[in-house]
């Protein structure tokens, strides 16, 4: 009787010291993890959809299409195809807790498209690391007396190298003779040490190498243990660029010429509104800012508790989106207005898109501020963060979604998570070598135009077919409702169903109607060049036929019409992750999670801590 005693004492003991470990890690889902606060996973949408684009596309985008006008069809696009697309890929992932390909588990025909997103987003993965070390490489050079690009006296200056200066006659010879300025000496001649086109890569350039090995151990370090960690970092990288935004904003406006760069900016001019280009581009900056087709929004809104108000959280991370870009207009638009009234030369001579506007204009504009070395480390350390945040979501994304895809045959894969992405950030550090050799800067820019373009417009289309028209957009609904415990408007209804789509075929076709060759500089990319651009085009689009073929053919069974209807509908595990979830929404019970009854010792005391 004793011993009896002293068993069924000691054994429930280490019963409630398990149940305090869950309690005090607030983990719903105790396998996956659960973001640590609420307000984890808001700052890590935040600073997922605030970018580089927002930094250095929409401004440019903006004055170039009407100023103040472009608002228009910007905000349109938002309310009919991005906040739309937001709120159903968020509600999408939180309701499945699963990643961007186990949550095709709701039409398993359609699985290759989590595969196809996770290809997109781990293309990007490696050349958009190579861009967060070009700013690490700038603040580096930042910390001295004299900028390294606001004068021609370098080694690596030539012949040609101007400082306009407003009353000189340089500023006369610089609009009328092949003169550079010295920040763009500096970008080509110096960090780049640019070759000559796609065909002569030469040599890696050590300096950049380096500062891409640091680029992956901050990655690595952030996201080790996954949202636990990377949802703590975003905290500081999430909301350090504001303050940088709002301090560089102050400064700005203090600048002699600061408003007409803002005129320049926000002018409206209402007849471009006739122009097709701009509705394009609109919808273009929306769709890519908020990262829509990703598989990024799925994997995030995965880790949320299952009641969390996903709904809410997708209307003010898009307003907070859309907002930081009209703010950075109005500091990258101050600073290139001073600089315009400096250097005597027109606002459309000196101002850029692209790595051209982060890299040589708004360094140069920088350079020419009391204190220029300040100002260029707190802008540096601005893009530094905002490039860190996106860096995190899309390395979370590939690694959930293998990580959920192989559970079945590794149950405890989470455990050796942080191993999985060490060999993730040194696979994606070697694949990104080429990219820092002096023709480095070609396949960038290769990359950046076509691994995320017409294969990401597919996949984000073929996503709302899936989910409006073939699990049926009504029934969506229901599950949203169920985890909300309200009825959304019937409005994003009518989005899913027939206004984005539309949408998104109007991009498309848009897209191939204007398609061109590309270029960078004075550089035309050849045939060979363009062809693995289409390359990496195909990776995109080929896993959705490719798996939809592989799993009629050797995972359904029946005839072919069985199979395909069969294929269509969702499997048996889809839904919400957890049991108690399913019987609230009246899904069935997953039969791996069913309760077993507990094991008893002799004395009918029971032992060991198998779920029940």
């Not at 243990?225 to 990288?237: A, D, E, F, P, R």
């Amino acid at each position: 009787m004793t011993n009896q005693t002293v068993e069924f004492k000691a054994l429930p003991l280490h019963d409630a010291e398990e149940q305090k470990k869950k309690k005090k890690s607030g983990d719903e889902n105790e396998e996956r993890g659960n973001w640590g606060k609420k307000l984890d996973f808001m700052l890590s949408c935040v600073g997922y959809a605030v970018g580089l684009g927002n930094i250095w596309r929409f401004p440019y985008l903006c004055y170039r299409n009407g100023g103040g006008a472009f608002l228009v069809p910007y905000l349109m696009m938002l309310c009919f195809a991005g906040l739309p697309m937001f709120i159903l890929e968020l509600g999408f992932g939180q309701f499945a807790s699963r990643g961007c390909i186990g949550v095709w588990s709701i039409s398993p025909l359609f699985k290759g498209l989590g595969y196809s997103m996770c290809f997109i987003t781990a293309i990007v993965c490696i050349y958009y690391n190579v861009i967060i070390c070009y700013t690490l490489f700038y603040l580096y050079a930042s910390f001295t007396k004299n900028l390294p690009w606001s004068e021609c006296n370098r080694a690596w200056n030539t012949e040609n190298c101007m400082v306009s200066k407003a009353g000189d006659n340089s500023t006369i010879a610089n609009t009328t003779m092949n003169y550079t300025r010295p920040s763009q000496e500096f970008w080509d001649k110096y960090v780049l040490d640019r070759s000559s086109g796609l065909e002569e890569l030469g040599g890696i350039r050590w300096q950049i190498c380096l500062c891409l090995l640091l680029a992956w151990v901050i990655v690595f370090l952030c996201i080790a243990k996954g949202v636990k960690s990377s949802g703590k970092v975003v905290y500081v990288t999430a909301t350090f660029p504001y303050l940088v935004l709002f301090i560089l904003l102050i400064r700005g406006l203090t600048l002699d010429g600061a408003w007409d760069g803002i005129v320049y900016y926000i002018k409206p001019d209402f007849k471009k509104l006739k122009d097709a280009s701009i509705w394009k581009d609109a919808a273009v900056q929306i769709f890519y800012s908020l990262g829509i087709g990703w598989g990024s929004l799925q994997t995030m809104a995965s880790y949320n508790k299952f009641h969390n108000n996903y709904y809410r959280d997708a209307i003010i991370i898009a307003g907070i989106n859309c907002g930081t870009s009209v703010l950075a207009g109005f500091v990258i638009f101050s600073v290139i207005g001073f600089m315009a009234h400096d250097s005597g030369l027109p606002i459309s001579e000196v101002t850029d898109s692209g790595p051209g506007l982060a890299f040589v204009a708004y360094p140069e504009a920088l350079s020419r501020m009391p204190i220029s070395p300040l100002w260029a480390i707190l802008f540096f350390v601005m893009l530094f963060t905002i490039g860190l945040d996106s860096q995190f979501v899309m390395m979370e994304t590939v690694i959930t979604a293998l990580c959920d895809e192989v559970q079945h045959m590794v149950p405890k894969i989470y455990k050796y998570k942080t191993w999985i992405t060490l060999g993730f950030c040194v696979a994606w550090f070697l694949l990104a070598l080429p990219m820092v050799t002096r023709g480095g800067i070609y396949l960038v820019t290769l990359m950046d135009n076509y691994s995320a373009g017409f294969s990401l417009l597919i996949v984000a289309f073929m996503e709302c077919m899936v989910v409006a028209w073939g699990y049926g957009a009504t029934r969506f609904e229901s599950d949203m409702t169920s985890m909300l415990g309200f009825k959304i408007n019937p409005y994003w209804k009518a989005c899913w169903m027939i206004i984005s789509p539309f949408i998104i075929v109007f991009i498309f076709v848009f897209f191939c109607a204007t398609y061109a060759p590309l270029t960078y500089g004075d550089y035309t990319y050849t045939d060979g060049g363009e062809a693995l651009g289409w390359l990496m085009i195909l990776g995109g689009i080929v896993p959705i036929p490719a798996y939809a073929i592989f799993h009629l053919i050797w995972r359904a069974e029946g005839t072919f019409l069985e199979r395909l209807r069969m294929s269509i509908q969702p499997e048996s595990e889809w839904g919400p992750a957890l049991n108690r979830h399913r019987e609230e929404v009246g899904y069935p019970q997953l039969a791996s999670k069913l309760e077993k009854t507990p094991k008893q010792n002799g004395n009918g005391v029971q032992v060991g801590d198998e779920p029940v």
